[in-house]
């Protein structure tokens, strides 16, 4: 999918069930208030890419969410093997007991300074193939990780401009 210049916020929720999907579009642009939220039990798997925008949160608490290689043609470029919280928007992730798999993770995907990623882990499994981006193409980035596990196997673990990395207290 592509995200437009529409309206309209989407909210997500999954819990005890499958999820599939060639891409995942959440919410339109970057000031709805959309939200997605895995649950305990339940797994999210997209076969291209995740677009998660929205001024809200992307919550994963005890749920998996997938990102599988191998884009579909219909597809944003933008989102092809990755997942993105915040395109062209401020992101937020927050990651407690669940876990995460893809080639590529961006938290806060702006085209402005003003943009930012945000991304709490306080628990949970994180694993990258290519590369954790929180604040990217000029957003700024703020991660703070007090849990968990976060693998990066071939690429980097990077934080924005003017960012901050804690590992909690």
Same mark, same amino acid.
């Given at each position: 999918? /592509? ?12 819990? !005890? ?9 959440? &919410? !339109? !642009? /970057? ?16 076969? &291209? ?11 994963? !608490? ?12 219909? #597809?944003? +470029? ?20 669940? /876990?995460?798999?893809?080639? #590529?993770?961006?938290? &806060?995907?702006?085209? /402005? ?7 709490? *882990? ?21 991660? *703070?990780?007090?849990?968990?596990? *976060?693998?990066?196997?071939?690429? +980097? ?5 003017? &960012? ?6």
């Amino acid at each position: 999918g /592509t995200f437009s210049s529409g309206t309209g916020a989407g909210r997500v929720s999954v819990s !005890n069930a499958n999820v599939s999907a060639g891409s995942l579009l959440v &919410g !339109n !642009n /970057t000031t709805d208030a959309s939200t997605f939220t895995i649950l305990s039990n339940a797994t999210v798997t997209v076969s &291209g890419g995740a677009g998660i925008n929205g001024r809200n949160t992307t919550v994963i !608490n005890g749920g998996t969410l997938q990102i599988l290689t191998g884009a579909p043609a219909f #597809e944003d +470029v933008a989102l092809h093997n990755r997942i993105i919280v915040g395109y062209q928007a401020d992101g937020q992730l927050t990651l407690s007991n669940g /876990t995460v798999i893809a080639p #590529e993770i961006v938290v &806060g995907y702006g085209s /402005t300074l003003t943009k930012t990623g945000y991304w709490s *882990m306080a628990g949970g499994t994180v694993r990258a193939s290519s590369n954790i981006l929180v604040g990217a193409n000029s957003a700024a980035g703020d991660l *703070m990780v007090k849990g968990g596990n *976060m693998i990066v196997t071939q690429g +980097v673990l990077a934080v924005g401009n003017n &960012g901050t990395f804690s590992s909690g207290s």
